[in-house]
């Protein structure tokens, strides 16, 4: 059985949430689909110890009582004909169909290999983050983040509201890139107002730029890291890093049905002004689409919903506003972008896929010929997240062409699945676009 709605939203953080409010009308079908337990996504996760943001809680009352479907704690993992998508929750498989489709996938983070980068007690920027709403104990605990972009000040004012002690910001961008960024932010009033309030509540932690970490170290655990400006390197003790070098557009669904892509190195859905995709009736909006942050994925939720429902009127007031939105995304990118030395902190023993513990040994240096050899000699890409931790940061530590195709060739299922939920696929897995 296939359930049909006017729109299918695929992500409920805040492009997914604004694109299902802007997309309402009554009588209107429209289902939101997310493997997280509860909406919000990253940036709006649920944190049973804070109030939920005001943006948050203003998009939910109204979604809450509009009619609204969440199918929330289910993962998309496949296509069929339609095309209809096939969804795994805990309680079993369902399969949907939208007379239009909304991608609103959101990003991943961006994770460079460095020496002693597997050791327990290391973890992502956003991933720690989450960690922390999510119940982990940070209270009294010495904290380093470290890498690159806005996403380390956001996860250092979660970890101080947890109790944590946050003993540095370690920016690889150099003092005079953060300074070009900040003095042109103020073209974007939300990002703008979004950067103070996290600069106001950091005051006191110390914020290094143009220095790296290097190694962590430690035994069982973490227990101090290495950070260094190419010149000096200096020790910090700390119980955990957050290490993360920006973020990557979660693009494996719109791309296995078929969505143009734009950019090389990790590649983001095409769009065009009113955030429909190279397939007639299929719309992406939010990091999807590129790296912008919440304000702008929002915009382009709002446009996207109403562009996919038709309503010509709306779309006008919203173009103008969006256009001026995504200009933060070049903006953003320019100034964070990574220096040479923090992408070739690998060596040949240093681990690159932790799903099969496998470091680049052998390959390290050389230019296999194609994915397939750089799978046999190492079997990375492999493992349970097939390749979307490690072949990320190969794109970055070793950017030769053939990296790029192999990020470009999905195949179904999206995820590891359970084997019912293959045999219930039979030989319709082929997405067909529709007409």
Known sequence: MVDVFDLVIVGAGPAGLEAARSAFAPGRRIAVVDDNPRPGGQIWRHDPTQDPPRAFRSLWDHLDSSGTRFLCSHRLVAFESGPTLVLESPTGTRRIRGERLLFACGARELFLPFPGWTLPGVYGAGGLQALAKGGLPVAGRTVVLAGSGPLLLASAVTLLRHGAR????????????VARFLALLPRWPLQTLAALALIRRL???????????????GRDRLCEVEVTD??????????????GYGLVPNIEAPN?????????????????????????GIYAAGEVTGIGGVGRARLQG???GVAAMGETQRIHGLLGRARHANAYVGHLAQHFRLREPVRRLAGPATVVCRCEDAALGPA????????????????????HCQGRICLHALAETRPEPFLREWLARPRPPLFPTRLETLAGLGDGTNPVPPT
């Open 364 to 383: 390290h240096g050389t230019s296999p010929v194609d994915p397939r050899a750089l799978r046999l000699l190492t079997r990375i890409g492999m493992g």
């Open 166 to 177: 946050v003993e540095a910001i370690i920016e690889q961008a150099p003092t005079g890139e």
């Open 302 to 304: 709002a446009l996207a």
């Open 256 to 280: 296995l049905l078929g969505c143009k892509l734009t950019g090389s190195l990790h590649p983001a859905v095409a769009v065009d002004s009113q955030g429909e995709t190279s397939l007639p």
């Open 230 to 243: 190419g010149r000096t390197n200096r020790i910090l003790p700390c119980e955990a890093l957050g290490t």
């Open 203 to 217: 005051i006191r932690v110390p914020y290094w730029r143009g220095v790296w970490v290097s190694g962590a170290r």
